[in-house]
């Protein structure tokens, strides 16, 4: 199998403050760095790392070019990241003493992607194939639609969550990946439903659907049809937690295409998250195979 990661390459711009600024607040940060991310790209990171055969497609100013360098060091293939004249995608993350994150995106390149663009990227794949899709880009119903047209299974992580969501033919997606938030949203669940309440509703709302729950420190659910299962974190400190999802799919996708059950590959992406989340950083702080399969 091979992916296509149709998705968002972003620079991320990391101040480290005591809390997440408020209005009218000016707030010092007690560091900074620069770093490579992006949901998208963060994703195809995490699949090349895992030992999957990935192409990553999107478009960055010329700002990004050591963006792509850093994926192609991965394994990534590059060669559908387009350039056009205008700013890469920038993330601006206020990480604070909790080491919870707020973000701030500009959408640069990515919302600078055409049709034109997505069906010479799409004829290069074929029947057995996966599209992965993050909400970062422009067309993501058009690449859901043109995906199974051409016989490709479609992942879709639904973060960042907005109203965007709903009017995407989700009905047509193989693999739904929801964090809590997002999945009572999706399943119009009632306050406080629990893990297990959203899960099902979603397997209700989306037959078609296999759902992947990330429920942060409540671990992960999958759901399909009647089969229901659940798998612990992989409890480290926590430093970052800005690729832990991108992390987590990236390794449950690639245990799958290797012949892990469910189960396995929940576990694998569990430990996957929970060492990125370890370490500072987005997709530097992305595992390698040999750290998670051991």
């Not at 640069?108 to 074929?126: W, Y």
């Not at 959203?198 to 942060?216: D, F, H, K, M, R």
């Not at 245990?255 to 996957?272: E, F, I, P, T, V």
Request: glycine letters at 10%.
């Amino acid at each position: 199998m091979k992916f296509l990661n149709y998705g968002s390459v972003n620079i991320d711009l990391v101040f480290t403050v005591d809390h997440v600024v408020k209005p009218g607040e000016t707030l010092s940060s007690s560091s900074f760095f620069r770093s490579a991310g992006g949901k998208g790209a963060n994703q195809s990171a995490a699949l090349a790392k895992a030992g999957a055969k990935v192409t990553h497609a999107g478009k960055i100013g010329s700002d990004g070019q050591f963006l792509v360098d850093l994926l192609s060091g991965y394994g990534v293939d590059t060669s559908l990241i387009r350039l056009y004249e205008g700013a890469t995608g920038q993330a601006l993350i206020q990480l604070d003493k909790h080491k919870q994150n707020a973000i701030v995106l500009f959408g640069g390149g990515n919302v600078q992607i055409r049709k034109e663009e997505i069906d010479q990227s799409l004829a290069l794949f074929s029947t057995g194939d996966m599209l992965v899709l993050q909400n970062e880009i422009v067309h993501t119903s058009y690449l859901i639609e043109e995906a199974k047209k051409r016989g490709l299974q479609v992942c879709l992580n639904t973060a960042p969550f907005d109203e965007k969501i709903l009017g995407l033919p989700l009905n047509l997606v193989d693999i739904l990946v929801v964090n809590e938030i997002e999945g009572a949203a999706l399943a119009n669940s009632a306050k406080g439903s629990s893990f297990g309440e959203v899960l099902n509703a979603l397997v209700q709302t989306y037959p078609a659907s296999e759902i992947v729950l990330t429920a942060g420190k409540g671990g992960a659910y999958y759901g399909y049809k009647e089969t229901r299962l659940h798998e612990p974190i992989y409890d480290l400190p926590v430093a970052d937690t800005t690729a832990a999802g991108d992390t987590f799919i990236g390794y449950f996708l690639t245990s799958r295409s290797l012949g892990h059950d469910n189960q396995r590959a929940l576990r694998y992406a569990c430990k996957a998250s929970g060492l990125a989340v370890s370490r500072l950083g987005a997709m530097g702080s992305i595992p390698l195979a040999n750290e998670v399969f051991s």
